[in-house]
């Protein structure tokens, strides 16, 4: 009998010992075992003869699951490293790690896919017979052709027309395994490679230099200098010797256009992780990737953990985005992670961006990475200029200055489109008492209510509460009600009123909600169907509008007064991939930035000298003020119904590291949001300026913190390397 140490999905930062009787288990097997009163699925994690508990008592192993790992060595070891860095439970790691449908116990065997193939007789059928069905017609010819149809491919020719081939018996459906060997080498063809300018050379071939070692290469260039063309031409080399390439993407960034870019250029199948798969084609693309039968994967963060037979290249485009941390759970970043894997592979990393994130961009400039820059546009694009326009004693319409009205209207004459850039949704960021000055608030969080006329509702942009606009104030019942402050909405119909004769369309997260809505809308923007585009922050991700040729940016004020000190950068990579926005083909661009405070010396650095110079300085100022990247911080954050309670928590965590050497502890502070959903919320910061200190000194604790009383009567988690105070 042996003992089995699995990882079980629950918080506890440990491994739960069963018994087992039979051959040892290797580590990233699944197991089904009983836990309390319920049975759950687990991943072998250590095999050994001895436990810390009463052998007798252990309880055995149910089933098992897997014939073989499903995990290669490299996601053993990386799962590990997660664990032990986020100081986060094994299993949770190994959860978030595997596709659901494998959480869920289902077999890890690859399924044989169903292919349409043709019958004896459509294989001598005389295709002129069709002339009258022309998707049928189509069908049977790529039949003919490539042999074998999979499927999926039934919607590429309408499910009408298979139906009726098969009914004709001219096709018949078979079942066939996918074959181990990949078949994506030799299909490969290489088309409209254009040539690299000189920049773009330099770039690829320092990556094609270190194609069969690790090494972390920092590609920035500015927006549209290239930098895609420059992944492109480095995954052709890596596809070309038979490995495959993994391509991590934002998530709003993950659209068709983006897919079909890279699919275009090779010509092969490329597999796509994003969050409208279900879990069995969820399962199929990561077990495609296990077995090398995809060359390329593309996918948003979670995409990282996906197995590869034949590794060859890892790229991060658009490094700085926020998506990248989890925000919840296992709060883990897939760059940082990426890093780890590509040296664990021992492959290249690629990190992309037109604005890196202060960490990135220090280390380029230290020499841990290799630092490609792109300082020209491709092609014939030039850079956009950039102003800022006064607004101070100007009268707004709708939130937009005179000036700028008559701006876009030069604009649009000229058949060009306009953007513009606004970071609130709804009609108004508040509605208040025009009699005695009451604003509705949000009970919950503290918080006015944002306007919604169109759902004619308040709702709190923090919990999602809502309720009926009110008639009358709450304070004095008078009924003069005004909102205040402008949200997209207001923004929209403004703009419809004044611009009667061009199209408007917005696009925010109330808008671009559902299923192929937000690629509808910028397919219809490319068509040219809408001159003025209006949105929050997804309209600056990375979406190439070639035909835009002005952008402004209505309302950052805010930004320049956070407490985070993170804002600065964020609104400054926020403010150059905006401006990045125009002027991407050959009409020249510009981008306006309306403001109170015009001699703002981060928005006069930013527009005169560009996010390079602007980065270098604020790397200067995190050095003298000892913050990240150059210390190193970690979050305990803790909410409840009573204040006190979450205070106390952290104070009790406080002092186990009081007197730590060469660390700092801040806290208990209240979150910059102290109160959201009805919970009250409560921070306690520890920082360092050694990695090591940090991890060392939440290492020894973290099993205590996890133990003590109020922990388990509060909500608490750690967030390691935090990105977000609020
Ligand atoms: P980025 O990823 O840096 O924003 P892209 O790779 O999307 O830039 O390139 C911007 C535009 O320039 C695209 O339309 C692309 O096709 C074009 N382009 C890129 N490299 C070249 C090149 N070497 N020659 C001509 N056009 C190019
Ligand atoms: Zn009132
Ligand atoms: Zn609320």
């Not at 965590?653 to 959903?677: S, T, W, Y």
């Amino acid at each position: 009998m042996i003992i089995i140490r699995v990882a079980l999905p629950i918080p506890k930062r440990q491994l739960f010992d069963y018994q087992y009787e039979g051959k040892a288990l290797a580590a990233g097997i699944r197991v089904a075992v009983p836990f309390g009163p319920r049975e759950m699925v687990g991943v072998v994690w250590e095999t050994s003869d001895k436990s810390e508990w009463d052998i007798s008592k252990l309880k055995s192993i149910e089933k098992v699951l897997d014939d073989s790992p499903i995990f290669d060595p490299v996601l053993i070891k990386l799962c590990s490293w997660l664990a032990q860095y986020y100081k986060h439970s094994i299993g949770d790691v190994v959860q978030t790690a595997m596709p659901v449908a494998l959480r869920k116990g289902q077999s890890s065997q690859v399924k044989p896919l169903e292919y349409w193939t043709l019958s004896d007789e459509g294989k001598h059928t005389d295709l002129t017979g069709l002339a009258r069905a022309p998707k049928q017609r189509t069908a049977l010819e790529a039949l003919h052709k490539e042999d074998l149809l999979k499927s999926k491919a039934k919607s590429d020719f309408g499910p009408a027309a298979i139906k009726a081939l098969s009914e004709k018996a001219l096709i018949e459906a078979i079942e066939k395994t996918p074959s181990k060997t990949p078949t994506w080498q030799q299909n490969l063809v290489i088309q409209d490679k254009p040539f690299a300018n000189v920049e773009q050379a330099v770039a690829i071939s320092s990556i094609e230099a270190k194609l069969d070692q690790y090494g972390c290469f920092l590609l920035d260039g500015i927006t549209g200098s290239g930098k895609t063309e420059v992944y492109l031409q480095a995954i052709e080399q890596v596809l070309k010797q038979g490995k495959q390439v993994l391509i991590l993407v934002p998530e709003i960034g993950l659209t068709p256009q983006t897919v079909h870019r890279f699919k275009y250029r090779f010509g092969i199948d490329v597999g796509v992780l994003h969050s409208g798969l279900n879990n069995t084609e969820r399962l199929q693309v990561w077990q495609q990737s296990a077995n090398a039968q995809l060359g390329i994967i593309i996918g948003t963060r979670s995409a990282i953990f996906t197995p590869m037979l034949k590794p060859g290249l890892l790229i991060v485009d658009e490094e700085h985005d926020a998506s990248y941390k989890q925000q919840d759970g296992l709060r883990y970043h897939a760059r940082d992670l990426a890093v780890m894997r590509a040296r664990e592979e021992n492959i290249p990393l690629v990190l992309g961006s037109a604005t890196p994130a202060l960490e990135t961009l220090n280390n380029a400039l230290t020499g841990k990475y290799q630092h490609l820059k792109l300082a020209q546009r491709a092609g014939n694009a030039s850079l956009a200029t950039q102003h800022v326009f006064d607004i101070r004693q100007q009268p707004l319409k709708f939130g937009v200055a005179q000036g700028m009205l008559d701006r876009m209207n030069q604009h649009l004459q000229q058949g060009s489109q306009v953007m513009l850039f606004i970071n609130r949704r709804g009609y108004a960021p508040a509605l208040m008492c025009h009699q005695c000055g009451f604003v509705e608030h949000c009970k919950h969080c503290d918080k006015p209510f944002t306007l919604h006329k169109q759902l004619y509702k308040l709702q709190c942009h923090h919990c999602g509460s809502a309720k009926a606009i009110p008639k009358a104030c709450q304070q004095c019942h008078s009924n003069e009600l005004v909102s205040m402050g402008v949200g997209t909405e207001q923004l929209e119909q403004g703009l419809a009123n004044y611009f009667p004769q061009y199209s408007s369309i917005r696009i925010d997260s109330d808008s671009a909600r559902g299923k192929n809505k937000l690629d509808n809308m910028l397919t219809s923007i490319n068509n040219n169907e809408h001159q003025i585009l209006i949105g929050t922050q997804i309209l600056s991700k990375g979406h190439h509008f070639p035909n835009v040729t002005l952008v402004l940016i209505l309302d950052v004020d805010g930004a320049l007064f956070s407490a985070d000190y993170r804002a600065a950068e964020h609104l400054a990579q926020l403010i150059t991939q905006l401006a990045g926005r125009a002027g991407r083909a050959e009409k020249p661009g510009e981008m306006w930035l309306q403001t109170h405070d015009p001699g703002h010396p981060l928005l006069q650095d930013l527009i005169n000298n560009g996010y390079a110079h602007f980065a270098q300085y604020a790397l200067l100022e995190r050095q003298h003020a000892q913050l990240p990247p150059f210390t190193f911080q970690a979050l305990f954050k803790a909410q409840a119904i009573s204040a006190r309670d979450a205070f106390d928590f952290l104070q009790q965590v406080a002092q186990l590291f009081n007197g730590v050497d060469n660390l700092d502890c801040i806290g208990p502070i209240p979150a910059l949001m102290e109160k959201r959903q009805g919970q009250f919320r409560m921070q306690l910061l520890l920082q360092s300026a050694h990695r090591s200190t940090l991890q060392k000194a939440i290492g020894q604790h973290i099993r205590q913190i996890e133990g003590l009383n109020l922990a388990n009567k509060i909500r608490w988690s750690l967030d390691i390397d935090p990105q977000d105070f609020s």
